[in-house]
């Protein structure tokens, strides 16, 4: 796996590259702010993981009324007993998301649409942040490179 340095860049511009040429692995975005990692695949942010709690995706749903704070503290509960439960079996812990589904909190269309709302608004963050580092790492970067392709604004 090879890695592309896109910093100087905008993020949206970046993950639009990434969406038109339908690669992927891990983008990672660091700014004065906040550390961010998108999962990209075939182009397609799949998840986000922050490093700042106020960025988390069940804190901005119950911000946008997606779900109450109780179904938040329940899915988290879910998750933490499933975490501890995968330290005696080798089994993976549900993102949050899927346990809101599995919990009848919401259903697949409107976690989707709250995932939608979530990434725009990280993207939009990242975008207003002085960003310090941008970078891609998967099997595509080296192709991109090789093309001279992404030039920086």
Sequence with gaps: ?????????????????????????????????????????????????????ADRLGLQMMKAGDIGVIDLHGALVEQHQQRLRSIASDTETSRLGKILVDQNVLDPDELAEAFERYVHAMIAALDKDVVLDIHFSGTEASAMLDEEVVTAD
């Design 1 to 53: 796996m090879s890695t592309i340095d896109f910093t100087g860049m905008q993020v949206s511009r970046v993950l639009g590259v990434l969406r038109g040429r339908r690669c992927s692995g891990e983008l990672t975005v660091v700014s004065t702010y906040r550390r961010v990692r998108f999962d990209v695949a075939e182009g397609d942010v799949t998840a986000i993981h922050s490093d700042r709690p």
